[in-house]
Nanobody, 124 residues
Framework: QVHLVESGGGLVQAGGSLTLSCAVD????????MGWFRQAAGKQRECVAA????????DYLDSVKGRFTIDKNNANKTLFLQMNGLKPEDTAVYYC?????????????????WGQGTQVTVSS
């Protein structure tokens, strides 16, 4: 069984920064591709960033490119999302997710493990 626990959400003003962390309890974390997803009220869940097993390959939602950075520390079994230049439209519940495959994907259905989510609210 794999457990994911997010932290680092909160309230921030537009233009500010937050760093989300996701602690993973699982022996084979280094073999997983991981992703950060978000779901705003009344909207579908979307992938904002994904990373392959080694951390060498990443992909981002167009609207966050240049502002968000995903990183994976296999030694500490932790996934990060650095968010800069936050905008009110970034307000959502953010989830980390893992998939039993080394290749990164941006599709939620391909992920097997999910955290409980952390709220990010950006005020204007």
């Amino acid at each position: 069984q794999v457990h994911l626990v997010e932290s680092g959400g909160g309230l921030v003003q537009a233009g500010g920064s937050l760093t989300l962390s996701c602690a993973v309890d699982g022996r084979t974390f280094s073999s997983y591709a991981m992703g950060w997803f978000r779901q705003a009220a009344g909207k579908q869940r979307e992938c904002v960033a994904a990373i392959n097993w080694s951390g060498e390959n990443t992909d981002y939602l167009d609207s966050v490119k240049g502002r968000f950075t995903i990183d994976k520390n296999n030694a500490n079994k932790t996934l990060f999302l650095q968010m800069n230049g936050l905008k009110p439209e970034d307000t959502a519940v953010y989830y980390c997710a893992g998939r039993l495959n080394p290749a990164l994907k941006m599709t939620a259905a391909l992920y097997s493990y999910w955290g409980q989510g952390t709220q990010v609210t950006v005020s204007s």
